[in-house]
C-alpha cells in the first residue's frame, strides 16, 4: 500500500528469501510439454537473466509466475506467497507480457491513468518522467508508436506500479539498439534504486551479460543450470588441446574434437589444469580459456544427455548437435546467431 | 474505475447512442406505428431498431468486454494488474450495463408512447409488447451477458458476438412463444356461435368479447364442450373459414358449408353431435400487460446475472 512496505535497498544477501521458487513445475500443453518438472529459485535482489531457445518455457514460466497461466502440477512461489492462477492479485508484481498488450486506442497518458486505478502502488511522476526520459509523447495513442516506443511504455506501466519483483517476457525483442539501450538503462536506474528482483527472458544473450547477476538457463522445459553470473563465470573453463589429449576432470559439458584440436567446456570451481598433467600454460597444445556467456549457454544448450559427443569440423559452435537426434541444437544456432548480431 | 469503462467502451456507447437517436426520432416524426414492419419505411427502420437494438447493443458491448480483451491479449495487462480478474470484469461491464440500460429504457419509454399514440392505447400483443415496457432493457442486459460470456469461451470476437447473437435471439423467440403465454393465467371466452361477420371474428358479438379486441389472443376456434384448447395432437384452426373436409380443431367433420351469405358458419348436421362442440377463444387482456412485463423481464434479468457470473467463473479458472 505505501514505499515503507518496499524493501529499500539492492542485493539481499543470497540467504535471504528467494523471490520465485518454484518446485517441480510442470505445464503440460495438448500440442506438448511447456516444463517439465522444473526447479530453481531466485533469490531477492537479483536481476535474474532466463535464457534458452524457442519453446523452452521461459514464457510459460512467467506467466505462471505472474498468475496468469495455471500449471498443470507443482508448486510455486512468488515473494513468499504460494501463486494459484486467477486468485492470486498481482500486489508487488509487475509482469510484462511478450507481445506488449497495451490499449492501442488509448493515448499513453491514459494508460498512466488506467494503471493508476487499478493499482494500490502508483507513481504518477516516475512514469511521467521515464517516459518523457525515453522520449514517448504522452499524448499519442499507443497504436500510432513504433514496437519500441510500445515496450518502453509498456515497462514504465510495470516500473511505476514500483513493484518488488518484475517478471519481463522479451523486453527486448525486435527493438532497434538505440531503444534497447535506452531502455535497459532506464530500467537498471529504476530497479537498483527500488531494489527491485528482475527476471528477464531473451534471446539475445549479449543483451543480458553486462546486466544481470543471475543466470538461468531453461533447456526443454528443465532448468539445466541456475546460480549467480559470478559463478557462472567462474566456473566454466574452455580447454583447448591437442585430439590426443586425455578428458580435463571436472564436469564435461560439451567436447567439440576438429582435426587436430579439442575442445571442452568444462564445469567446475578449479580451473582443469591440474589433470591435463601440467600448470597453465604447460605444453604447447593445452590452453585454458575464459569462455563468453554465449558459449557457455550455448554448451549448455547444445549438450547432450549422454556425455558422449560426435566429431564435429573445426569451429562451429553447437556444431555437434546440429544433426541432432533431438533437433536442440538446430534452435540453439539461432540463438548464436542473434547473439552475435545483437 | 468508471472512467476506465467509459474510455474502452466509449465508441460502442456512442454509436448506440446514434441508433437509438434516430429510432426516436423516427419514431416522433410518424407518429402511429404500423401494422406490419413493411408499411412505411421510416417506420420499418424505427421498428426494426426497436427490436434489434437491444441485443445487438448487448452482445457488441460484451464482447468487447471478454473476447476483445482475449483476442488482443489486453488481458494479460490487466489481469496482472493489483485487481482481481472478477473485479475487472465488474470495473469495466457495471458502468457500460448502467449506461446503455438508460439508453434502452428511454428508447423503449418511447416506443410505449409510439404504440399507444395508434390511439388504442397501450398493446400486448407480441410485437408492440417486444418494444415496450421494461423488457428492452431485459433483452440488453440478458444479451450484454450472453456476449460477455460467449466472450469467456471463444477468444474470437467475431465468432463470439455471432453466437451470443443467436442465442440471444433463439433465447427471445422461444420465451415470446412458449413461455410468455403462460406467465399470466390464460382467460377463455366461451360461445355457442362463431362470432364471424365477412373477413373476421367480431368479438364483441359475443358476452365479455370486448376485451379480446385489446388482449393478445393466443388461439381461438371450435373445440369439444368441456374443454378450452384442442384435443392433444390437433392444433387450433388456423383460419376463420374451414375447408371442406378440413379437420376442425379436434372433432372430424367432413363438410363444412356456410349457410346464407358467410355472415355466419355452422358445423353441417353430418357431425356427430354438434352440440359437443362450442366456440373458444383464448387471450390474455390488456390488464395482463405488467404481468408479463413483470415476468418477461424476470427472466431474462436472472439470465443475465446467470451468464456474467457464469463468465466470471470461467474467467478466473482460466489459463492464458
Known amino acids: 500500500m505505501t514505499d515503507g512496505q518496499l524493501p529499500g535497498t539492492r542485493g539481499a544477501p543470497d540467504g535471504g528469501a528467494p523471490a520465485v521458487e518454484c518446485r517441480g513445475l510442470t505445464k503440460h500443453y495438448w500440442r506438448g510439454d511447456a516444463l517439465v518438472d522444473c526447479s530453481f529459485s531466485v533469490p531477492e535482489g537479483r536481476l535474474a537473466a532466463l535464457v534458452g531457445p524457442n519453446g523452452a518455457g521461459k514464457s510459460t514460466f512467467l506467466r505462471i509466475a505472474a498468475g496468469l497461466t495455471r500449471p498443470t502440477s507443482g508448486d510455486i512461489d512468488v515473494l513468499g506467497e504460494p501463486i494459484v492462477s486467477g486468485r492470486t492479485v498481482a500486489t508487488h508484481v509487475g509482469y510484462v507480457d511478450q507481445v506488449r498488450p497495451l490499449y492501442r486506442r488509448l493515448r499513453v497518458d491514459e494508460h498512466l491513468r488506467m494503471a493508476a486505478a487499478m493499482n494500490d502502488v502508483w507513481d504518477q511522476a516516475m512514469a511521467v518522467r521515464l517516459l518523457s526520459q525515453l522520449e514517448v509523447p504522452l499524448r499519442a495513442r499507443v497504436g500510432r508508436l513504433s514496437v519500441g516506443q510500445q515496450a518502453k511504455v509498456a515497462v514504465t506501466l510495470c516500473l511505476a506500479t514500483r513493484p518488488r519483483l518484475m517478471l519481463l517476457d522479451e523486453p527486448l525483442a525486435s527493438l532497434d539498439p538505440v531503444a534497447r539501450t535506452m531502455l535497459m538503462r532506464a530500467l537498471l536506474a529504476e530497479v537498483s534504486e527500488m531494489g527491485t528482483t528482475v527476471v528477464l527472458s531473451s534471446h539475445v544473450i549479449s543483451d543480458l551479460d553486462p546486466v544481470c547477476d543471475y543466470l538461468i538457463i531453461l533447456r526443454d522445459g528443465q532448468a539445466v543450470l541456475s546460480e549467480p553470473m559470478d559463478d557462472v563465470r567462474a566456473g566454466h573453463h574452455l580447454v583447448v588441446a591437442g585430439r590426443d589429449a586425455p578428458s580435463p576432470p571436472g564436469d564435461v559439458v560439451t567436447e567439440e574434437r576438429g582435426a587436430r584440436q579439442v575442445r571442452w567446456m568444462v564445469r567446475s570451481h578449479e580451473p582443469p589444469i591440474g589433470g591435463l598433467g601440467g600448470g597453465s600454460g604447460e605444453g604447447p597444445d593445452v590452453e585454458v580459456l575464459r569462455p563468453s556467456l554465449d558459449e557457455i549457454v550455448v554448451a549448455h544448450l547444445t549438450r547432450r544427455h549422454a556425455s558422449a559427443t560426435t566429431p564435429a569440423d573445426d569451429g562451429g559452435v553447437g556444431a555437434g548437435g546440429a544433426d541432432g537426434v533431438d533437433g536442440a541444437g538446430q534452435r540453439d544456432l539461432v540463438i548464436a546467431d542473434e547473439g552475435e548480431r545483437a | ?320
Open chain 2, 1 to 320: 474505475m468508471t472512467w476506465v469503462s467509459w474510455r474502452l467502451h466509449r465508441t460502442q456507447l456512442l454509436i448506440i447512442g446514434t441508433l437509438a437517436v434516430l429510432a426516436a426520432v423516427a419514431m416522433t416524426t410518424t407518429g402511429r406505428p404500423p401494422m406490419s414492419l413493411a408499411v412505411h419505411d421510416v417506420q420499418a427502420l424505427a421498428w426494426g431498431l426497436l427490436f434489434a437494438l437491444p441485443v445487438a447493443a448487448g452482445v457488441v458491448v460484451g464482447v468487447t468486454v471478454t473476447a476483445r480483451e482475449r483476442e488482443r491479449f489486453t488481458n494479460r495487462l490487466a489481469w496482472t494488474q493489483g485487481i482481481s480478474r472478477t473485479r475487472w470484469l465488474l470495473a469495466t461491464l457495471v458502468p457500460v450495463a448502467v449506461v446503455g440500460s438508460v439508453a434502452v429504457a428511454l428508447i423503449s419509454s418511447i416506443a410505449t408512447w409510439w404504440v399507444a399514440a395508434a390511439g388504442n392505447g397501450p398493446r400486448i400483443d407480441p410485437n408492440p409488447f417486444d418494444v415496450s415496457g421494461v423488457v428492452p432493457v431485459a433483452y440488453f442486459l440478458a444479451s450484454l451477458g450472453l456476449g460477455v460470456l460467449a466472450g469467456s469461451v471463444i477468444r474470437n470476437e467475431g465468432l463470439a458476438g455471432a453466437s451470443a447473437a443467436i442465442a440471444a435471439i433463439a433465447a427471445r423467440i422461444v420465451v415470446r412463444n412458449v413461455v410468455r403465454p403462460h406467465l399470466a393465467p390464460v382467460v377463455h371466452l366461451t360461445s355457442a356461435h362463431f362470432p364471424l361477420r365477412d373477413l373476421g371474428p367480431i368479438w364483441s358479438s359475443i358476452p365479455g368479447g370486448s376485451a379480446v379486441e385489446h388482449g393478445w389472443i393466443l388461439g381461438y376456434g371450435w373445440v369439444p364442450a368441456g374443454r378450452t384448447t384442442p384435443l392433444p395432437g390437433h392444433s387450433w384452426y388456423s383460419s376463420f373459414r374451414p375447408a371442406t373436409g378440413s379437420d376442425i380443431v379436434g372433432v372430424r367433420c367432413p363438410v363444412v358449408t356456410p349457410s346464407g351469405s358467410r355472415s355466419s358458419f355452422s358445423v353441417h348436421s353430418d357431425c356427430s353431435n354438434p352440440a359437443h362442440l362450442h366456440f373458444v377463444v383464448n387471450f390474455q387482456p390488456l390488464s395482463h400487460y405488467w404481468l408479463l412485463q413483470a415476468g418477461e423481464a424476470g427472466i431474462f434479468l436472472a439470465g443475465a446475472i446467470a451468464f456474467v457470473a457464469l463468465a466470471a467463473f470461467l474467467l478466473r479458472r482460466s489459463s492464458e
